[in-house]
């Protein structure tokens, strides 16, 4: 088997556990632990695998004048992009949380053009429109009645910022993660990451009852720590090694298609006509962002 070959297994697994995570992470919140201090479970988890790994890495040492820029990156990549994660998919539903999900291909190009100034073309500039669009009635009219969330479009919402939280931290990271070892920057990413965490996660953190968290429970929060944080990071890393970006970008588009069908097999949500239009729309807006790339790169 060649290399592209497992690159593309890798990717196609690292998708396909994101796209299951949307219900798995869903089933422990707010019940079983609430949403902040699962933050920091998860973010703690992550902290202490990675540095673990780093002491068996030797690379080049971070710059003292790199530490402000990876502690500004792990603000949004971190700290304010899994809290508003976690705390809008405990209101809203795996299906609209995976879809939202997909805008931030859109807030990428938008940061790029304010960050370092990058040209929108008007196809680009169309298709953030209509994307938007679709984020929007999403936001406002997709919530599920079947489903008894306290504040579904709160959620819709809160994971939008979530994704433009990302798309943020993808600028601000770009020319770190070129410049480091995957695991050397990583490690300091999430050890800043926690440190912004832990005012918001501790709370809710002590008001875990742990014994009465059931044993399946336990299995669901192994695995977002686990699978959805360190392992996707190392297969979509190898991806990243072995294939061009823009393939491995196009696997962001299978999540919410794998979210949905979990979702549904699980019983945990529930399809509507607002839903499925906000997705065409918000489909649509991607497509016309990312064609005008991928035609200036032929």
Not at 25 to 32: D, E, G
Not at 110 to 119: A, H
């Amino acid at each position: 088997m060649n290399q592209r070959t497992l690159a593309l297994i890798a990717v196609s697994i690292g998708t396909l556990i994101y796209g299951i995570n949307y219900t798995i992470a869903k089933a422990v919140m707010p019940t079983y632990v609430k949403p902040f201090g699962f933050i920091l479970i998860r973010v703690l988890g992550a902290t202490i695998i990675f540095w673990f790994i780093g002491l068996f890495i030797k690379s080049k040492k971070i710059a003292s004048q790199d530490f402000k820029k990876i502690a500004i990156a792990s603000i949004f990549g971190v700290a304010l992009n899994m809290l508003a994660f976690f705390k809008g998919l405990s209101y809203t539903s795996p299906i609209s949380a995976s879809v939202m999900m997909v805008t931030s291909p859109i807030m990428v190009l938008i940061f790029s053009s304010i960050i370092i100034k990058k040209t929108i073309g008007k196809l680009r500039i169309l298709g953030i429109f209509i994307g938007l669009i679709g984020a929007i009635l999403l936001i406002t009219l997709g919530s599920n009645k079947t489903v008894t969330n306290t504040n579904n479009n709160l959620g819709n919402f809160l994971v939008f910022v979530n994704a433009s939280s990302y798309g943020l931290y993808l600028v601000l990271a770009k020319d770190l993660i070129k410049k480091y070892h995957p695991i050397v920057f990583v490690k300091w990413f999430y050890l800043f990451g926690l440190v912004f965490v832990i005012p918001f996660g501790y709370m809710e953190f002590t008001e875990i009852t742990w014994q009465e968290i059931p044993s399946n429970i336990y299995w669901n929060i192994g695995f977002v720590v686990i699978f959805t944080t360190c392992i996707t990071y190392v297969f979509n890393l190898y991806g990243l090694s072995k294939l061009k970006p823009t393939t491995v970008s196009v696997f962001i588009y299978v999540q919410p298609v794998i979210a949905t069908v979990y979702a549904l097999i699980v019983g945990s949500d529930s399809l509507n006509f607002t839903k499925i239009s906000a997705t065409l729309l918000i489909f649509l807006g991607v497509y016309l962002v990312t064609k005008q790339v991928e035609e200036s790169a032929k």
